[in-house]
Structures are given as structure tokens and as C-alpha cells.
């Protein structure tokens, strides 16, 4: 077997944007355009391709990220769908974990709203190639320009525009390319735009773009010495110069280009797929993933290349009621055939891949063998779950696993009569194992199911999956915060679990220094012993001890993060020592310790973004500051109608914001929330939530 597109061929892409900027209309018309759909569909009737859960389809976001494949120009594009609401940033993480280059789509009238900065900002962090596309050019109020400056001032991104808008508004009528000195213009008689012509730039606009492409050959010179020394003696690069330099600044990060268009009215899309190819990077531009094998401990890499080993990263679980669970994932080197046996490397559990498929926009495909760059999805994988590596076993690798955030909101479901009970637990354990940030445990003391998750809206949506897919119906209580307790002071405390009245007695013994440690550090445990005053079998079971009693402080119950704890002594017996001792003693010692280290309650605290209308500023700044909200900065938005209030609020006092915000603001003010940090939960209302247990 060989592979029908070489790697070189491929690209690995994510469309990133705010809400309601039009990735689903863009991905859409890709997907037209690229022939695999026949029937364009409209995101307002709810039948776009990549909003494929139903209830997606009625709340017109897109949650999800599935991977969809098509092909342009001889090459095959992954579109990896990111989500745009701003509850699901692990959602974002996880699939910009797998990309090799994204677009950033940008309403030309919103320009950068809130939340496009904090995907931005995830995919700087990344390092992610990107372009640019700003859609919405037919509708009233664009901007493009305006949205250029935006870009540099607030995202500090390097735009370049390789295309200028041909009229705006209304007279919309496609673009020139700056890189090709052509027109190209749409004909309104053909409603796709399936059709269009390439023409010399008119006279009018010669001069603008002209002065904009110089500006882009300025901007290549400060990164390419070819085009720079072209421009120093005044020379023109060719068209296939200019595009080489553009593709190396650009997978290098150093260079946004930016296009634009309408998707709503078909125009601008297929250059659009041109540039993804012309400038956004193949799975070999980009630096070999790096991993750990297990068996030595030494970083190892892997380049994406078929002739490697087999690795890949699972980025995506998805279950429905009616096909089998699907494994998303990405292949990083090497290659590997359906039917075949894979290690996965994070589980320790050898597997056997029962199908290989690829998703298209309406179909699925079955492929015999996938290759280095590929991402598609396994049919028949037990014990796998979102981050996990496969591999095989002659050549373990374990890659680095994708981030979750921990939950911060959590509430107790019941089924709704006793029938639903068993299928209510299974709904809930795939439910767990497609969404990484969603948790499920039992309560010991009420017996009761606790679920939690992202935020009030993340469960709110879990609800109705749970409904709607699987037919489940269950009463929720309502939203506890997820506290946390840390402690603030330095002790010494001894743990010590002896049992010797007659036959095998229990002998364990330690001693712990127990510090605070920095925010998000959770558990440290440090083994300090010499001498084999403990011997080593029983460290680990000293480790398990500490970090299951710090499961539950002695505030009030809530699990105990950013703490040092140093084994530093403690003693054993030859003949009653046992790892059932050690752990014991590590419990009591521990707890001895935390209730001398001035225990203090955590809170999350949410970092809140509200847009509103200038004549509801007031009594939603109001509002907002009774929510012992933190005011940061109130910014002007584009065009100036409206503000943007930015600030970190305790979830705690954020229930039912949505409810609330809307009544205020007869609807107008919209608002994202996402977990921020932890913080100390003021005196007066911690001592009410320690009184209430
Ligand atoms: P998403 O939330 O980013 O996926 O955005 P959608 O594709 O769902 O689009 C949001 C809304 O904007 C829908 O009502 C679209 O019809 C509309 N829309 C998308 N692209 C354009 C465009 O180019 N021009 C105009 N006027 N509306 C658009």
C-alpha cells in the first residue's frame, strides 16, 4: 500500500473564531466548493454539514470537534472544527493540539470581539500558523481596514493583507489579489459562486493597490533576505518569490496574511482554500512531535514521516447511541492498518483497531491503512480516552498529554424514575469518556451522582445530550461550586498506625514537613529518606495515603491542592510493617499536620467578558460589582456603540448571569465566562459555607 496524497500534500487545519463570526458558513462552503457536498447548506435552517449533533443544530453553535476531510488542488485538508463558545475552551485546546495551521475568520462589522483573543492568544501559545479571513464584507457597517488595525493593535498580530476588498457593503464584489495583481470578481447570476473571473485591476484602484502591495513585499524584505534584496534595488519579485517568502514567514509565525469575503453570499472561499495550501504549513513544515518512552525516561521524537515508528495522539472521543464509540485521532509518524494490533502507551493496554475511517461531509470511508499527517478516526478501541498515545510495542513513545482544566460547578442528578437508573449510569460513563471536563463520581456519603463540569451552560448542554441522544431523563439539583482548601502555614506532623495484640500485628510510622506550595502545584509528595529508615516498597504506598486523605480537608471536606508534603523520617517493623500501614500512618499524619497549617477556602473565580449597550452600562456595572466582581477595564467596542466590560467574578455569585443579564439589559447585553484561577474565599462567607457542613 502507498498513500494516494503524500504527506506533503496534507494539511491539518482549524478554523477559529467568535461566535456567530461565520466558521460554520466558511466550512460550509469549503466543503461545497471542494465537491463532496451537492447541497449547500444554510446555517439558519440548522443543515450545515459540520453542526451535526441535533441540539448543536438548534442553538446554531458548533460544540464539537469533529474532523472532516476533503480534497482541493490535488491536496487533502483535515478541517478540524474548534469550537467558538467560550465555556468550551478545553474544547479548543485539545483539537489546536492537533493542528498544523489555522484560520482565523473575523467579522468585518464586530472586527475582534472579546473572545476571538483568547483563542488567539491559545493558539499563540501553541505556535500555530495562521491566516486571516474577514467575512461579513457585504453587510452593513464592515470595515476591513479597521479590522486590520484591530488585529495588530489588540491581538499584536503582523497582518498582512494579500487581498484588498472590491467595494464593500452592498457592491461587494470580490477582491484583488495583491500577490497576482488580478481582480477577481463574482457573478451575482450564479448563486454559489461556484463561478469567477480573474481580470486586471481597474484604473481607480491601481493606486491603493499598488501601495498595498508594496507595503506586503516591505513586510516579506524584514523577513526574507531574497525578497530584501530585491527590494533594496528596487527589482520585483516574481509571483512565486513573493509566495514562497509569504509560506516561510507565515509557518514560521512571523507573518499573518489576510484575505477577505462573504461567505453568506458565496464570495471570497475559493481563494481562501487556495491560501490554505499556499501558505499554511503540511504536517513535515513543522517541528517532530516529541514524547517520552517510558522504559528509559528520555525524551524521544518522532518525525512525520511513514518510515517512523507508529505514533498518534487521540484528540477526540465520540460516542452515539447507534455506532460504535469513534476514536479521533491524529497519526504523528509511521503507519498502522485496520485490523491491526496498537499499544496504547498511556493505559498500558495493548488494543486491536477494528476500523480505520475517514469522515467526509457525508460520508464515512473506510481506509485500510492511514500514514504519518493523517487524521482519522478508530472503530473498536476499549480502554482509550481523549490524550491518550498510541503506538506499538517494540517502540513505546508516550506523547504529551492534552490539558484539562478541573471542573469548577458540579450538581446532583438522579434518574427520573428507577428504570432510567442503569441507563442513566451508562449515559453518563460516555458522556465522561467523550469530554474530558466532565466528571462523574458517587457521592460516599449521600450516595447521591454528582456530575460537573466547565460551567452553568457545559452541564446545561450535557442535560439535553443526555435527553435528546440517549433518552434519558434525569433531575438535576442545583450547582454547587467545586471549592477547593489549601493551607497557608508550615508544620511538622507525625503519623504513626500500630496494631501489635497478638498474631500479625500493623506497624507504620512517618514523619512529614507540609508546606504551602505555589497556585496550581496540586499534591507535591517528596521522598527525603536516608539510610532505609523506610524501606522503598513502602513509599509508594506513604504517597497513595497522603493523596487519598487530601481528597477530603479539614475545613470542610473539599479537596486540598498547592501542598508540599516532605516525607523527611519515620521507622518500620521486619515482621508488621505492610503498604496497608504506611498508608494509614501517611493519612493521620497528613491530617494531624493540616489542621495546625491554617487551612484556607478556595473559590473559583471566573474571568468575565460582558458586551452591553451604552444606556445599560450602568445597572450592569452595578450588578456586576454586587457580585464581588473585579472591574479590570471597560473597553469601547468597534463602531462604538457598545462596551466591554472585562473582569473576574467568584462563580459562586455568577448562577443563573445569563437570566439575570438579559433582564437588565432587555435582552441586548451578551456575556462569556470561562474558569480563570482559584482564589481565597473572603472570611464571613467561607465561615457560612464551613457552617453549612
Ligand atoms: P459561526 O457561529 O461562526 O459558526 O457563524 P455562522 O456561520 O453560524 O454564521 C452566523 C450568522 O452570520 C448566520 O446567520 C449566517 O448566515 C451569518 N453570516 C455568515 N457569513 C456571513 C456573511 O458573509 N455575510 C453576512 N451578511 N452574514 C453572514
Given at each position: 500500500?502507498?498513500?494516494?496524497?503524500?504527506?506533503?500534500?496534507?494539511?491539518?487545519?482549524g478554523i477559529m473564531a467568535h461566535i456567530d463570526a461565520g466558521k460554520t458558513s466558511i466550512t460550509e462552503r469549503?466543503?461545497?466548493?471542494?465537491?463532496?457536498?451537492?447541497?449547500?447548506?444554510?446555517v439558519d435552517?440548522?443543515?450545515?454539514?459540520?453542526?451535526?449533533?441535533?441540539?448543536?443544530?438548534?442553538r446554531g453553535i458548533t460544540?464539537?470537534?469533529?474532523?472532516?476531510?476533503?480534497?482541493?488542488?490535488?491536496?487533502?485538508?483535515?478541517?478540524?472544527?474548534t469550537p467558538g463558545h467560550v465555556d468550551f475552551t478545553?474544547?479548543v485546546?485539545?483539537?489546536l493540539?492537533?493542528?498544523?495551521?489555522a484560520i482565523g475568520i473575523f467579522c468585518g462589522v464586530g472586527g475582534v470581539q472579546p473572545q476571538t483573543e483568547t483563542v488567539w492568544y491559545q493558539a499563540d501559545r501553541?505556535?500555530i500558523p495562521r491566516i486571516a479571513f474577514v467575512n461579513k464584507m457585504d453587510r452593513s457597517g464592515t470595515d476591513f481596514f479597521s479590522c486590520l488595525e484591530e488585529m495588530e493593535t489588540k491581538l499584536k498580530a503582523n497582518v498582512v493583507p494579500i487581498q484588498l476588498p472590491l467595494g464593500k457593503e452592498d457592491d461587494f464584489s470580490g477582491v484583488i489579489d495583491l500577490?497576482?495583481?488580478?481582480?477577481?470578481?463574482?457573478?451575482?447570476?450564479?448563486?454559489?459562486?461556484?463561478?469567477?473571473?480573474?481580470?486586471?485591476?481597474?484604473?481607480?484602484l491601481?493606486?491603493e493597490a499598488?501601495n498595498y502591495?508594496?507595503r506586503l513585499?516591505e513586510k516579506?524584505?524584514?523577513?526574507?533576505?531574497?525578497?530584501?534584496?530585491?527590494?533594496?534595488?528596487?527589482?520585483?519579485?516574481?509571483?512565486?518569490?513573493?509566495?514562497?517568502?509569504?509560506?516561510?514567514?507565515t509557518?514560521?509565525g512571523k507573518i499573518v496574511p489576510v484575505l477577505c469575503g462573504t461567505a453568506l453570499k458565496n464570495k471570497g472561499v475559493?481563494p481562501l482554500?487556495?491560501a490554505?495550501?499556499?501558505y499554511?504549513?503540511?504536517?513535515?513544515?513543522?517541528?517532530?512531535?516529541?514524547?517520552?518512552?517510558?522504559?528509559?525516561?528520555?525524551?524521544?521524537?518522532?518525525?512525520?514521516?511513514?518510515?517512523?515508528?507508529?505514533?498518534?495522539?487521540?484528540?477526540?472521543?465520540?460516542?452515539?447511541?447507534?455506532?460504535?464509540?469513534?476514536?479521533?485521532?491524529?497519526?504523528?509518524?509511521?503507519?498502522?492498518?485496520?485490523?491491526?494490533?496498537?499499544?496504547?502507551?498511556?493505559?498500558?493496554?495493548?488494543?486491536?483497531?477494528?476500523?480505520?475511517?475517514?469522515?467526509?461531509?457525508?460520508?464515512?470511508?473506510?481506509?485500510?491503512?492511514?500514514?504519518?499527517?493523517?487524521?482519522?478516526?478508530?472503530?473498536?478501541?476499549?480502554?482509550?480516552?481523549?490524550?491518550?498515545?498510541?503506538?506499538?510495542?517494540?517502540?513505546?513513545?508516550?506523547?504529551?498529554?492534552?490539558?484539562?482544566?478541573?471542573?469548577?460547578?458540579?450538581?446532583?442528578?438522579?434518574?427520573?424514575?428507577?428504570?432510567?437508573?442503569?441507563?442513566?449510569?451508562?449515559?453518563?460513563?460516555?458522556?465522561?469518556?467523550?469530554?474530558?471536563?466532565?466528571?462523574?463520581?458517587?457521592?460516599?456519603?449521600?450516595?447521591?451522582?454528582?456530575?460537573?463540569?466547565?460551567?452553568?451552560l457545559?452541564?446545561?448542554?450535557?442535560?439535553?445530550?443526555?435527553?435528546?441522544?440517549?433518552?434519558?431523563?434525569?433531575?438535576?439539583?442545583?450547582?454547587?461550586?467545586?471549592?477547593?482548601?489549601?493551607?497557608?502555614?508550615?508544620?511538622?506532623?507525625?503519623?504513626?498506625?500500630?496494631?501489635?495484640?497478638?498474631?500479625?500485628?500493623?506497624?507504620?510510622?512517618?514523619?512529614?514537613?507540609?508546606?504551602?506550595?505555589?497556585?496550581?502545584?496540586?499534591?507535591?509528595?517528596?521522598?527525603?529518606?536516608?539510610?532505609?529508615?523506610?524501606?522503598?516498597?513502602?513509599?509508594?504506598?506513604?504517597?497513595?495515603?497522603?493523596?487519598?486523605?487530601?481528597?477530603?480537608?479539614?475545613?470542610?471536606?473539599?479537596?486540598?491542592?498547592?501542598?508540599?508534603?516532605?516525607?523527611?523520617?519515620?521507622?518500620?517493623?521486619?515482621?508488621?510493617?505492610?503498604?496497608?500501614?504506611?498508608?494509614?500512618?501517611?493519612?493521620?499524619?497528613?491530617?494531624?499536620?493540616?489542621?495546625?497549617?491554617?487551612?484556607?477556602?478556595?473559590?473559583?473565580?471566573m474571568q468575565v467578558e460582558v458586551v452591553v449597550p451604552e444606556e445599560y452600562m450602568g445597572v450592569v456595572v452595578g450588578d456586576f460589582n454586587?457580585?464581588?466582581a473585579k472591574i479590570e477595564e471597560i473597553e469601547i467596542e468597534q463602531g462604538a456603540t457598545r462596551k466591554i466590560i472585562k473582569g473576574f467574578a467568584?462563580?459562586?455569585?455568577?448562577?443563573?448571569y445569563a437570566?439575570a443579564l438579559r433582564?437588565l439589559s432587555q435582552g441586548r447585553a451578551t456575556y462569556t465566562m470561562e474558569?480563570a484561577?482559584?482564589?481565597?474565599?473572603?472570611?464571613?462567607?467561607?465561615?457560612?459555607?464551613?457552617?453549612?457542613?
Amino acid at each position: 500500500m502507498t498513500r494516494e496524497y503524500p504527506i506533503e500534500q496534507t494539511r491539518n487545519i482549524g478554523i477559529m473564531a467568535h461566535i456567530d463570526a461565520g466558521k460554520t458558513s466558511i466550512t460550509e462552503r469549503i466543503l461545497y466548493y471542494t465537491g463532496r457536498l451537492y447541497k449547500m447548506g444554510k446555517v439558519d435552517e440548522g443543515t450545515a454539514t459540520m453542526d451535526w449533533m441535533s441540539q448543536e443544530k438548534e442553538r446554531g453553535i458548533t460544540i464539537t470537534s469533529a474532523a472532516t476531510t476533503c480534497f482541493w488542488r490535488n491536496h487533502k485538508v483535515n478541517i478540524i472544527d474548534t469550537p467558538g463558545h467560550v465555556d468550551f475552551t478545553a474544547e479548543v485546546e485539545r483539537s489546536l493540539r492537533v493542528l498544523d495551521g489555522a484560520i482565523g475568520i473575523f467579522c468585518g462589522v464586530g472586527g475582534v470581539q472579546p473572545q476571538t483573543e483568547t483563542v488567539w492568544y491559545q493558539a499563540d501559545r501553541y505556535n500555530i500558523p495562521r491566516i486571516a479571513f474577514v467575512n461579513k464584507m457585504d453587510r452593513s457597517g464592515t470595515d476591513f481596514f479597521s479590522c486590520l488595525e484591530e488585529m495588530e493593535t489588540k491581538l499584536k498580530a503582523n497582518v498582512v493583507p494579500i487581498q484588498l476588498p472590491l467595494g464593500k457593503e452592498d457592491d461587494f464584489s470580490g477582491v484583488i489579489d495583491l500577490v497576482k495583481m488580478k481582480a477577481i470578481t463574482y457573478s451575482d447570476n450564479q448563486k454559489s459562486g461556484a463561478v469567477f473571473i480573474e481580470k486586471d485591476i481597474s484604473s481607480e484602484l491601481i493606486e491603493e493597490a499598488n501601495n498595498y502591495r508594496a507595503r506586503l513585499i516591505e513586510k516579506l524584505a524584514e523577513e526574507d533576505e531574497i525578497i530584501m534584496d530585491k527590494f533594496v534595488h528596487s527589482g520585483q519579485p516574481t509571483i512565486k518569490e513573493i509566495k514562497r517568502a509569504l509560506r516561510e514567514a507565515t509557518i514560521k509565525g512571523k507573518i499573518v496574511p489576510v484575505l477577505c469575503g462573504t461567505a453568506l453570499k458565496n464570495k471570497g472561499v475559493q481563494p481562501l482554500l487556495d491560501a490554505i495550501l499556499d501558505y499554511l504549513p503540511s504536517p513535515i513544515d513543522i517541528p517532530s512531535i516529541k514524547g517520552v518512552n517510558p522504559e528509559t525516561d528520555r525524551e524521544e521524537e518522532r518525525p512525520a514521516s511513514e518510515q517512523a515508528p507508529f505514533s498518534a495522539l487521540v484528540f477526540k472521543m465520540v460516542t452515539d447511541p447507534y455506532v460504535e464509540k469513534l476514536a479521533f485521532f491524529r497519526v504523528y509518524s509511521g503507519r498502522i492498518s485496520a485490523g491491526s494490533q496498537i499499544y496504547n502507551s498511556t493505559k498500558q493496554r495493548r488494543e486491536r483497531i477494528a476500523r480505520l475511517l475517514q469522515m467526509h461531509a457525508n460520508k464515512r470511508e473506510d481506509r485500510s491503512e492511514v500514514y504519518a499527517g493523517d487524521i482519522v478516526a478508530a472503530v473498536g478501541l476499549k480502554s482509550v480516552t481523549t490524550g491518550d498515545t498510541l503506538c506499538n510495542k517494540e517502540n513505546i513513545v508516550v506523547l504529551e498529554s492534552i490539558h484539562f482544566p478541573d471542573p469548577v460547578i458540579s450538581v446532583a442528578i438522579e434518574p427520573k424514575t428507577s428504570l432510567d437508573r442503569e441507563k442513566l449510569s451508562l449515559t453518563l460513563k460516555k458522556l465522561s469518556e467523550e469530554d474530558p471536563t466532565f466528571k462523574v463520581k458517587i457521592d460516599r456519603e449521600t450516595e447521591q451522582t454528582i456530575i460537573s463540569g466547565m460551567g452553568e451552560l457545559h452541564l446545561e448542554i450535557l442535560k439535553e445530550r443526555m435527553l435528546r441522544d440517549f433518552k434519558v431523563k434525569a433531575n438535576v439539583g442545583k450547582p454547587q461550586v467545586a471549592y477547593k482548601e489549601t493551607i497557608t502555614k508550615s508544620v511538622e506532623s507525625e503519623g504513626k498506625f500500630v496494631k501489635q495484640t497478638g498474631g500479625k500485628g500493623q506497624y507504620g510510622h512517618v514523619l512529614f514537613k507540609i508546606e504551602p506550595a505555589p497556585a496550581g502545584q496540586g499534591i507535591i509528595f517528596e521522598n527525603k529518606i536516608i539510610g532505609g529508615k523506610i524501606p522503598r516498597e513502602f513509599i509508594a504506598s506513604t504517597k497513595q495515603g497522603v493523596i487519598e486523605a487530601a481528597k477530603s480537608g479539614v475545613l470542610a471536606g473539599y479537596p486540598v491542592v498547592d501542598c508540599r508534603i516532605v516525607l523527611f523520617d519515620g521507622s518500620y517493623h521486619e515482621v508488621d510493617s505492610s503498604e496497608f500501614a504506611f498508608k494509614m500512618a501517611a493519612s493521620i499524619s497528613f491530617n494531624n499536620g493540616l489542621k495546625r497549617a491554617q487551612s484556607i477556602l478556595l473559590e473559583p473565580i471566573m474571568q468575565v467578558e460582558v458586551v452591553v449597550p451604552e444606556e445599560y452600562m450602568g445597572v450592569v456595572v452595578g450588578d456586576f460589582n454586587s457580585r464581588r466582581a473585579k472591574i479590570e477595564e471597560i473597553e469601547i467596542e468597534q463602531g462604538a456603540t457598545r462596551k466591554i466590560i472585562k473582569g473576574f467574578a467568584p462563580l459562586s455569585e455568577m448562577f443563573g448571569y445569563a437570566t439575570a443579564l438579559r433582564n437588565l439589559s432587555q435582552g441586548r447585553a451578551t456575556y462569556t465566562m470561562e474558569p480563570a484561577h482559584y482564589g481565597e474565599v473572603p472570611g464571613q462567607i467561607a465561615e457560612k459555607i464551613i457552617g453549612k457542613i
